[in-house]
T-cell receptor, first 110, second 117 residues
Framework: GQNIDQPTEMTATEGAIVQINCTYQ??????LFWYQQHAGEAPTFLSY??LDGLEEKGRFSSFLSRSKGYSYLLLKELQMKDSASYLC???????????WGAGTKLIIKP | DSGVTQTPKHLITATGQRVTLRCSPR?????VYWYQQSLDQGLQFLIQ???????AKGNILERFSAQQFPDLHSELNLSSLELGDSALYFC????????????????FGPGTRLTVL
């Protein structure tokens, strides 16, 4: 079957670093996406990984290991505005659906 | 601003009624996706269209239907509404088919908040 798992909720402190993990099982895997979603708003695209390794974009980085079926999103220098849900989604070339995780709610404390 | 537009922003209606939600994709995007998100729940994929043709179906109820028109805008029709249909409905668009490459990055519209009383 196809499945995406990520923790339900995480808490971190302003200014710190947090790593949000995502594991996936998808047949014909071909790419993994991270989105940010503030409460009541639309998801916004953060990153896409198709090759193993780390992709850095400012304070946010995303890592992929295809052999382990594992990805993480790393957020540095946390700000209060980073309080949001982070959605992991895996692409498959065996069908035409993006498989979505349930999202990780990140709570930032002062 | 993602470039995806959705109307209306808010919709309040009664049980048993029928509503139509509208979506215009980003310029050049051929795929349109519809999602439902109930309060504090994850995104539930409903249906996808690519260049006018239905491409993939998720957990879409029989009371719901959608179509994509020649100008690529899409409409989601919800009928015989129930209280449990109250949710945020998102439309997303992408250049490609879905899921496989970076061209399939989905960009979301602001959503329509449906309240069924």
């Amino acid at each position: 079957g196809q499945n995406i798992d990520q923790p339900t909720e995480m808490t971190a402190t302003e200014g710190a670093i947090v790593q949000i993990n995502c594991t996936y099982q998808t047949s014909g895997f071909n790419g993994l996406f991270w989105y940010q979603q503030h409460a009541g708003e639309a998801p916004t695209f953060l990153s896409y990984n198709v090759l193993d390794g780390l992709e850095e974009k400012g304070r946010f980085s995303s890592f992929l290991s295809r052999s382990k079926g594992y990805s993480y999103l790393l957020l540095k220098e946390l700000q209060m505005k980073d309080s949001a849900s982070y959605l992991c989604a895996g692409g498959s070339d065996s069908n035409y659906q993006l498989i979505w995780g349930a999202g990780t709610k990140l709570i930032i404390k002062p | 601003d993602s470039g995806v537009t959705q109307t209306p922003k808010h919709l309040i209606t009664a049980t048993g009624q029928r509503v139509t939600l509208r979506c215009s994709p980003r310029s050049g995007d051929l795929s349109v996706y519809w999602y439902q998100q109930s309060l504090d729940q994850g995104l539930q994929f409903l249906i996808q269209y690519y260049n006018g043709e239905e491409r993939a179906k998720g957990n879409i109820l029989e009371r719901f239907s959608a179509q994509q028109f020649p100008d690529l805008h899409s409409e989601l029709n919800l009928s015989s509404l129930e209280l449990g249909d109250s949710a945020l409905y998102f439309c997303a668009s992408s250049a490609g088919l879905a899921g496989a490459t970076s061209t399939d990055t989905q960009y979301f519209g602001p959503g329509t908040r449906l309240t069924v009383l």
